[in-house]
């Protein structure tokens, strides 16, 4: 392990489950920690209860399509979403460098409420630090929160099994094409937003056509690919995806050619991959499909006996190719 | 919206119809070396290895700028970085390649200012918009990216940006390709010409693959449509047993190639030699700036000298950037060096033959 | 070894163009092909036009395919 903290290790790949296995896990080892989902799941008095926690310090604050603010509250209602789980209660946390802007400070919070009226949860309790200019950049923000999980529920990344479908609520990239254009210099004839949105309502609904969903995961910072493969390694199944299904804007297609990056490793905000019975996916699509947040679902993959812990693309062309975890970071490139 | 000249060249269909022409044809083994890194990824990513038929072999060439890099120039980019009046401009790709002792990826941890460009005017810029500090420009790449790096210096001088310099390690391709078949290891029967390369310099410098060596070479472009054309073309000269330069890529290389680029990059620089990775000291493929654009050589201008430069001992990237060996045959390989630790650059590199080996799933058995 | 991506010319000033390709608009520069004009599809290489893509040729190439396509049914 490297001596010293490298960005990559925050970047969700490889070396993030390289921090979280190595150093943090054997501390603080527990049996619900231990399972690693997005979320922990307590039960407590008869009452299963959903907690989890997210930090935020997106450069830049404000992007296309949403801002930190609203990215904390989306971020945190999601993790607890991809439980099955209602969520109920927020904290929020400020660490705010001296100097910003009340102004600005007063539309992250502003959009903060509005996320939350969106999806039905409430800031409950809080905390400020102000630090010396450079101590941070701007303003970082951290939520956690709980929420109620259903009777009769039971999602983890460690239940799909082969013959399953993958199927993901629309467009793959989105956010993280929009923040990365803004610092590279790349402008969009159609402004391409992020996708940050709260998914809560929709996995409601797609609880209400079965119960027996197997996995839900939010494919945040990584990626698809990142997030599939730890689907794969901790059910000890194969996943394969058909390229040629994978839901991509031309724009933002466009503007991975352009910077090297590969779309399914760029971080979206607003989507859930979901892993269903193959006889469930159908009407799953289609009661997908009905949500403003699932117009463009999609059916990706399926999930497969061989090659356990391994995620397999199905090229256009009727080739194959391993998709493995995000390693470091995207850098733009020119070889 | 408009994705022209890149998703007709991806059609499946396409595809499978000409991959169906090369296995009617194709009959004796062949042996072809993809010269370029990015047609090595091209090849991974689409899964075009896997479709081909058993008899067409494709190894990876030195065409990873990256991975041709040695230590040396490394070490140099990261002496540069630690000094306080230095902000150091890079393109992405080089980031994490080890050198001696650290990467530039280590030293930005340990505070140096080094900053990720995506164009070397963007390290012009970065040098006007910061007089009080020395901004240099860590130059690698090949004939492609030569160009642009000269014509970053012609507007620094232009402009009066008197705080721009660069560390200069880049290649020419084709006296590498020269050098490989004098060296006569690796037995090739066919060479994927680099099309961007090509778009710069043409076809001419190439002739004497097929006049003196007599092996087939083709001019490709980086679509699966593209590649598999080209390989056709190769496997028709292959079977009929003659040996010619061609150009698949006719859309994006003229037989001439860009004079008017050649002619500022050999206006800034002259040929020189370069040591490659691996392959060693060879004369007239490296790129020396002239002597009336010497001061903007930051070697020079801050007196750096790398002595104990040192690659690591077990590392086979040399051997891998020649052909003579496929990562599998490397005892490190998935072992001691994996992407998120790499020992070598052909590990770091998004096109390095380790890293696209490993990253598509090319693992030793058992 | 080099990525490069084809763009259209949309307008050009002072030897910059702005390109497009698939709905993304960047500046590039045409120091190395000043003979580019607008609607000119151009290679892409790190912020640099380094070569205007042959249309003629681009078709040309897929036609081939064609052909192929078309001899292989007329075969079977």
Same mark, same amino acid.
């Given at each position: 392990m490297a001596d010293r903290i490298l960005l990559a290790h925050g970047s969700g790949g490889k070396l993030s489950h390289e921090l979280v296995r190595q150093i943090f896990l054997p501390v603080f080892d527990n049996d619900v920690l231990n399972r690693l989902d997005d979320r922990a799941e307590i039960e407590t008095s008869g009452v299963r209860l959903a907690f989890t926690t997210d930090s935020f310090v997106v450069n830049p604050p404000f992007f296309a399509g949403g801002d930190i603010g609203k990215l904390a509250v989306c971020g945190t209602v999601n993790d607890l979403a991809m439980g099955g789980a209602d969520p109920l209660f927020l904290s929020a946390g400020f660490i705010i460098e001296e100097g910003f802007p009340m102004e600005l400070l007063k539309k992250i919070v502003e959009s903060m409420r509005q996320t939350c009226d969106e999806s039905g949860v409430k800031i409950v309790c809080g905390d400020t630090k102000v630090v010396e200019k450079g101590s941070v950049d701007r303003i970082f923000i951290n939520t956690s929160g709980i929420g109620a999980v259903p009777e009769g529920v039971s999602i983890s990344g460690s239940r799909a099994k082969p013959g399953d479908k993958v199927i993901i609520n629309g467009y793959i990239g989105d956010h993280g094409m929009a923040v990365m254009a803004q610092r590279q210099g790349l402008t969009f004839k159609k402004d391409i937003s992020s996708d940050c949105a709260p998914l809560n309502g929709l996995v409601k609904e797609m609880l209400g056509v079965t119960k027996d969903i197997h996995v839900l995961r939010d494919p945040t910072r990584g990626g698809v690919a990142t997030t599939l493969n730890e689907i794969a390694g901790q059910s000890g199944v194969g996943i394969v995806l058909w390229e040629e299904t994978l839901p991509i804007r031309n724009q933002v297609a466009a503007a991975c050619e352009i910077l090297g990056f590969d779309p399914l490793?760029?971080?979206?905000?607003?989507?859930? *991959?979901?892993?269903?019975?193959?006889?469930?996916?159908?009407?799953? *699509?289609?009661? &997908?499909?009905?949500?403003?947040?699932?117009?463009?679902?999609?059916?990706?993959?399926?999930?497969?006996?061989?090659?356990?812990?391994?995620?397999?693309?199905?090229?256009? !062309?009727?080739?194959?190719? !391993?998709?493995? &975890?995000?390693?470091?970071?995207?850098?733009?490139? !020119?070889? | 919206m408009n994705m022209r000249f890149l998703k007709e060249y991806r059609d499946g269909n396409l595809a499978r119809e000409i991959l169906g022409e090369i296995k009617k044809i194709s009959l004796k083994p062949a042996k072809l070396m993809e010269v370029c890194g990015t047609h090595t990824v091209s090849i991974f990513r689409h899964g075009i290895r896997d479709i081909l038929p058993e008899n067409i072999n494709l190894i990876s060439g030195p065409g990873c700028p990256v991975c041709v890099t040695p230590n040396k120039h490394i070490d140099e980019a990261i002496e540069l970085c630690r000094r306080p009046d230095v902000v150091l401009t890079t393109f992405g790709d080089m980031m994490k390649v080890p050198g001696s002792g650290s990467s530039l990826a280590a030293e930005k941890a340990e505070g140096a200012d080094i900053r990720i460009v995506y164009s070397t005017m963007d390290a012009v810029d970065i040098a006007r918009d910061n007089p009080d500090r020395e901004v240099v420009f860590f130059g690698i790449g090949f004939e492609t990216t030569s160009p642009t790096i000269a014509a970053a210096v012609l507007r620094a001088e232009r402009e009066g940006?008197?705080?721009?310099?660069?560390?200069? #390690?880049?290649? +020419?391709?084709?006296? #590498?390709? $020269?050098? +490989? +078949?004098?060296?006569?290891?690796?037995?090739?029967? @066919?060479?994927? +010409?680099?099309g961007h390369v090509s778009a710069l310099i043409g076809i001419e410098p190439y002739r004497f693959i097929a006049s003196e060596f007599g092996i087939p070479a083709v001019i490709i472009g980086f679509e699966p449509v593209d590649i598999l054309q080209g390989i056709h073309m190769l496997v028709k000269q292959i079977e009929a047993g003659e040996a010619r330069t061609e150009i698949q890529y006719t859309r994006g290389v003229p037989p001439g190639g860009n004079p008017h680029a050649m002619k500022i990059l050999f206006s800034v620089f002259e040929p020189g030699d370069a040591l490659w990775r691996g392959i060693g000291s060879i004369p007239g493929t490296g790129l020396k700036l002239k002597k009336e654009y010497r001061r903007f050589d930051a070697v020079g201008r801050f007196g750096i000298e790398i002595t104990g =430069?040192?690659?690591?001992?077990?590392? $086979?990237?040399? =051997?891998?950037?020649?052909? %003579?060996?496929?990562?599998? =045959?490397?005892?490190?390989?998935?072992? #001691?060096?994996?992407?998120?630790?790499?020992?070598?650059?052909?590990? %770091?590199?998004?096109?390095?033959?380790? #890293?696209?080996?490993?990253?598509? @799933?090319? $693992? $030793?058995?058992? | 070894m080099c990525l490069a991506v084809p763009a259209k010319i949309i307008s050009v000033k002072d030897s910059v163009a702005e390109v497009e390709i698939g709905g993304v608009w960047r500046a590039v520069s045409l120091d190395l092909v000043p003979e580019a004009v607008v609607d000119d599809y151009v290679l892409v290489h790190a912020g640099f036009a380094i070569q205007v893509v042959d249309e003629e040729e681009a078709l040309k190439t897929l036609e081939l395919f064609k052909e192929i396509m078309e001899h292989e049914h007329e075969v079977s």
């Amino acid at each position: 392990m490297a001596d010293r903290i490298l960005l990559a290790h925050g970047s969700g790949g490889k070396l993030s489950h390289e921090l979280v296995r190595q150093i943090f896990l054997p501390v603080f080892d527990n049996d619900v920690l231990n399972r690693l989902d997005d979320r922990a799941e307590i039960e407590t008095s008869g009452v299963r209860l959903a907690f989890t926690t997210d930090s935020f310090v997106v450069n830049p604050p404000f992007f296309a399509g949403g801002d930190i603010g609203k990215l904390a509250v989306c971020g945190t209602v999601n993790d607890l979403a991809m439980g099955g789980a209602d969520p109920l209660f927020l904290s929020a946390g400020f660490i705010i460098e001296e100097g910003f802007p009340m102004e600005l400070l007063k539309k992250i919070v502003e959009s903060m409420r509005q996320t939350c009226d969106e999806s039905g949860v409430k800031i409950v309790c809080g905390d400020t630090k102000v630090v010396e200019k450079g101590s941070v950049d701007r303003i970082f923000i951290n939520t956690s929160g709980i929420g109620a999980v259903p009777e009769g529920v039971s999602i983890s990344g460690s239940r799909a099994k082969p013959g399953d479908k993958v199927i993901i609520n629309g467009y793959i990239g989105d956010h993280g094409m929009a923040v990365m254009a803004q610092r590279q210099g790349l402008t969009f004839k159609k402004d391409i937003s992020s996708d940050c949105a709260p998914l809560n309502g929709l996995v409601k609904e797609m609880l209400g056509v079965t119960k027996d969903i197997h996995v839900l995961r939010d494919p945040t910072r990584g990626g698809v690919a990142t997030t599939l493969n730890e689907i794969a390694g901790q059910s000890g199944v194969g996943i394969v995806l058909w390229e040629e299904t994978l839901p991509i804007r031309n724009q933002v297609a466009a503007a991975c050619e352009i910077l090297g990056f590969d779309p399914l490793y760029v971080a979206n905000e607003g989507k859930v *991959l979901a892993v269903v019975p193959a006889d469930k996916a159908g009407r799953m *699509l289609e009661s &997908m499909k009905k949500n403003r947040y699932g117009t463009e679902s999609a059916v990706i993959g399926e999930v497969v006996s061989d090659h356990p812990g391994r995620v397999v693309l199905a090229t256009g !062309i009727g080739g194959h190719r !391993i998709v493995d &975890m995000l390693v470091g970071e995207q850098l733009p490139r !020119i070889c | 919206m408009n994705m022209r000249f890149l998703k007709e060249y991806r059609d499946g269909n396409l595809a499978r119809e000409i991959l169906g022409e090369i296995k009617k044809i194709s009959l004796k083994p062949a042996k072809l070396m993809e010269v370029c890194g990015t047609h090595t990824v091209s090849i991974f990513r689409h899964g075009i290895r896997d479709i081909l038929p058993e008899n067409i072999n494709l190894i990876s060439g030195p065409g990873c700028p990256v991975c041709v890099t040695p230590n040396k120039h490394i070490d140099e980019a990261i002496e540069l970085c630690r000094r306080p009046d230095v902000v150091l401009t890079t393109f992405g790709d080089m980031m994490k390649v080890p050198g001696s002792g650290s990467s530039l990826a280590a030293e930005k941890a340990e505070g140096a200012d080094i900053r990720i460009v995506y164009s070397t005017m963007d390290a012009v810029d970065i040098a006007r918009d910061n007089p009080d500090r020395e901004v240099v420009f860590f130059g690698i790449g090949f004939e492609t990216t030569s160009p642009t790096i000269a014509a970053a210096v012609l507007r620094a001088e232009r402009e009066g940006v008197s705080n721009f310099s660069i560390v200069g #390690a880049q290649k +020419l391709i084709p006296e #590498a390709i $020269r050098a +490989l +078949l004098e060296n006569n290891e690796v037995g090739v029967n @066919g060479f994927i +010409l680099p099309g961007h390369v090509s778009a710069l310099i043409g076809i001419e410098p190439y002739r004497f693959i097929a006049s003196e060596f007599g092996i087939p070479a083709v001019i490709i472009g980086f679509e699966p449509v593209d590649i598999l054309q080209g390989i056709h073309m190769l496997v028709k000269q292959i079977e009929a047993g003659e040996a010619r330069t061609e150009i698949q890529y006719t859309r994006g290389v003229p037989p001439g190639g860009n004079p008017h680029a050649m002619k500022i990059l050999f206006s800034v620089f002259e040929p020189g030699d370069a040591l490659w990775r691996g392959i060693g000291s060879i004369p007239g493929t490296g790129l020396k700036l002239k002597k009336e654009y010497r001061r903007f050589d930051a070697v020079g201008r801050f007196g750096i000298e790398i002595t104990g =430069d040192r690659e690591h001992p077990g590392c $086979r990237c040399g =051997d891998v950037l020649r052909g %003579v060996k496929t990562p599998l =045959d490397c005892g490190l390989y998935g072992k #001691a060096c994996i992407p998120e630790n790499p020992v070598g650059p052909c590990m %770091v590199s998004v096109e390095g033959t380790c #890293a696209a080996y490993y990253k598509y @799933g090319m $693992r $030793r058995s058992g | 070894m080099c990525l490069a991506v084809p763009a259209k010319i949309i307008s050009v000033k002072d030897s910059v163009a702005e390109v497009e390709i698939g709905g993304v608009w960047r500046a590039v520069s045409l120091d190395l092909v000043p003979e580019a004009v607008v609607d000119d599809y151009v290679l892409v290489h790190a912020g640099f036009a380094i070569q205007v893509v042959d249309e003629e040729e681009a078709l040309k190439t897929l036609e081939l395919f064609k052909e192929i396509m078309e001899h292989e049914h007329e075969v079977s």
